[in-house]
C-alpha cells in the first residue's frame, strides 16, 4: 500500500470579505508516485484548490479556512516548507519568474537555499542536458516563445527535485509536440516516484496514465478513483482522443472584399520573405511549433513591429488580442474594459452575456480567472469595430462550455471581418477554422481549406510536430 502524499479532510475555504464558500466539504487524498488530474469548468475553483494545497492560502490569500491539510503526513507547513515538498509550475509562467535570464532563473532557487555552487552547475547542466535545451541556455526570458517560457518554469520546479510536482494549466501554449513531450516527462517522472498533478481543461496528452481524477464541481470536490471511472460520467470535458473527435462542420461564407495580403515579408531571421492571403469572412489558423514566429507575425500584421522588408496590406487597423491577456486589460471593470471600444452599454452586456461572463461585468479584470479574461478577450473583439481581428491562443485555459462559446462568437464576427487565429488546440482550430497556414522555418509552407479532404493534411502537421522534438 502506498503512502499518502496528500491529504484533505473536511477542508471549507471562503475568501475574505466573502459570506459564501469557495470550496467545502473537500475529503481526498493522494497517493505517493501517482498521477492526479484535476478537472473542472473554468472559475469553478481549481486555482483555490491548487493555491490550498500549496499553502498561498491562507499564507498570502486571506480567508477563514476550516478543515485538515497534511502534506506529507505534516499540517501547518508554511510556504517555505511546502516549497520543497511541492514544486508548482503555474499557468502564467512570467508569474513565477524572479530573473531576465534562463539560466539566473533556474539557479535562482537553488542559491536562494544556498546551495553550493559546484553543485549548483552539476545539477544546471545535467537538467539541460537531460531535457536537450542547451539552446535555452543564457536567454533572455522576454525573447523566447510562450512555450519555451513554459518549459523554463517546469525546469525550475524540477531542478529542486521535489516530491509532488504541480501542474497549472500546462499545456495551454504548448504545441502538440510539446504536449506529448510533457507527456513523456510526466511518465518518466512517475516512473522516478515522483507524484503529479495536473489541472488543466485540454487532457490528450494524458491518455491512460491518469491514477485518479478530482473533478471541483459545485464547490466541492469529488473523487474518481481512475480515468475510466471519470470517463463513465456525464461531465462536459475536452476530448481525450482529439484525432478521433468529431467536430462537425465549419459554416461556410461566401468571399468577402476585404482580408489582409502579405508580400515577401522579413523580420529579422524569425519571418522570412513571407507571403499570404488571408480573406474577408474566413477564419484561418495559423500553426506550427512554438518559437516558430507566429506572434512575431501577428505584431507585424497589427503594425506592433515594423517589418524590414516586404508590404502588408490591411483594411483599417488589425485588432491584435494576446496570448498574454494582462498585458491588455486596463479597465476598472470588465464594463469599463468594453466601453474602450464600444460606448452602447446594452451591446456590451450582451456580448458579455453571449461568453456567459456577464454577472461579472461589475469585476475588476485582473480579478477574473485566466480562463474568464480569454473570454472578456473575446467580447471585446465582438464590440469593437475592427475589419480584421487577431486572435492568439483565444482558449488558452478553457473548458469545453467556454471553447464552444467562443466558437460560435468567431462564427459570427468572421460574418463581416477577416479573422486570423494562432492556436495550438487541435479541437478548437478544427470547430472554427475555414483555412490552416502552416508557418514553418519563417515561412508559409502551405495553406490549405480545411475540409474533410484536407483533415489528413492537419493531422500530418501535428505529428510532425510531435517528431520535431524527438
Known amino acids: 500500500m502506498k503512502n499518502k502524499i496528500i491529504e484533505f479532510k473536511n477542508v471549507a475555504f471562503s475568501y475574505m470579505n466573502k459570506d459564501d464558500y469557495a470550496l467545502r466539504d473537500v475529503n481526498f487524498s493522494i497517493e505517493e508516485g501517482s498521477l492526479v488530474f484535476i478537472s473542472g469548468k473554468s472559475g469553478s475553483g481549481k486555482s483555490t484548490l491548487l493555491n490550498l494545497l500549496n499553502g498561498i ?33 503555474f499557468q502564467n509562467p512570467r508569474s513565477q519568474f524572479f530573473t531576465t535570464d534562463t539560466t539566473a532563473e533556474l539557479v535562482f532557487a537553488l542559491e536562494n537555499y544556498g546551495v553550493e555552487r559546484e553543485a549548483i552547475k552539476k545539477r544546471l547542466d ?48 504548448l504545441d502538440y509536440g510539446n504536449s506529448m513531450r510533457l507527456r513523456r516527462q510526466i511518465i518518466d517522472l512517475k516512473a522516478e516516484g515522483k507524484t503529479i498533478i495536473v489541472a488543466d ?28 471511472d471519470f470517463l463513465k460520467g456525464d461531465y462536459k470535458n475536452r476530448s481525450f482522443d482529439i484525432f478521433g473527435g468529431d467536430y462537425g462542420r465549419v459554416k461556410k461564407l461566401g468571399p468577402g472584399q476585404g482580408g489582409v495580403t502579405i508580400e ?27 518559437g516558430v514566429g507566429k506572434t512575431t507575425l501577428a505584431e507585424l500584421i497589427s503594425r506592433s513591429l515594423k517589418p524590414e522588408k516586404g508590404k502588408i496590406q490591411v483594411e483599417g487597423q488589425a485588432m491584435y488580442l494576446m496570448q498574454d491577456a494582462d498585458f491588455q486589460l486596463f479597465g476598472s471593470s470588465c464594463l469599463k474594459e468594453l466601453e474602450l471600444a464600444q460606448k452602447d452599454e446594452a451591446i456590451n452586456i450582451e456580448a458579455l452575456k453571449s461568453l456567459d461572463i456577464d454577472m461579472l461585468k461589475d469585476k475588476h479584470p485582473q480579478s ?9 478577450q473575446m467580447a471585446i473583439a465582438r464590440v469593437s469595430g475592427n475589419k480584421v481581428v487577431i486572435l492568439d491562443e483565444p482558449t488558452s485555459g478553457l473548458d469545453k462550455s467556454s471553447m464552444e462559446r467562443v466558437c460560435s462568437m468567431i462564427e459570427t464576427l468572421k460574418e463581416s471581418r477577416t479573422i486570423i487565429v494562432i492556436s495550438h488546440d487541435y479541437e478548437f482550430i478544427r470547430r472554427v477554422s475555414d483555412s490552416v497556414a502552416y508557418l514553418s522555418d519563417g515561412q508559409i509552407r502551405e495553406k490549405f481549406k480545411l475540409n474533410e479532404d484536407n483533415v489528413e493534411k492537419l493531422n500530418s502537421i501535428y505529428k510532425e510536430m510531435e517528431v520535431h522534438y524527438e
Do not use: C, W
Open 57 to 89: 492560502i491562507p499564507e498570502v490569500i486571506e480567508g477563514q479556512l476550516e478543515g485538515q491539510i497534511l502534506i506529507d503526513g505534516k499540517e501547518d507547513l508554511d510556504v517555505s516548507d511546502r516549497s520543497l515538498i511541492l514544486g508548482n509550475v
Open 126 to 173: 545535467s537538467i539541460i542536458e537531460e531535457y536537450n535545451v542547451d539552446y535555452l541556455r543564457d536567454r533572455s526570458l522576454f525573447e523566447i516563445s510562450s512555450g519555451e517560457r513554459q518549459l523554463i518554469a517546469l525546469l525550475t520546479v524540477l531542478i529542486m527535485d521535489p516530491k509532488v510536482i504541480i501542474f497549472d494549466e500546462p499545456s495551454a501554449n
Open 201 to 228: 481543461h485540454r487532457n490528450f496528452y494524458l491518455k491512460g496514465i491518469i491514477d485518479k481524477v478530482l473533478l471541483v464541481e459545485d464547490k466541492t470536490v469529488k473523487s474518481f478513483g481512475s480515468e475510466q
Open 264 to 290: 515577401g515579408l522579413s523580420y529579422k531571421d524569425i519571418i522570412r520573405d513571407l507571403s499570404i492571403q488571408f480573406e474577408e469572412n474566413e477564419v484561418t489558423s495559423i500553426v506550427g511549433v512554438n
Open 368 to 376: 477574473l480567472s485566466g480562463g474568464e479574461k480569454q473570454r472578456l
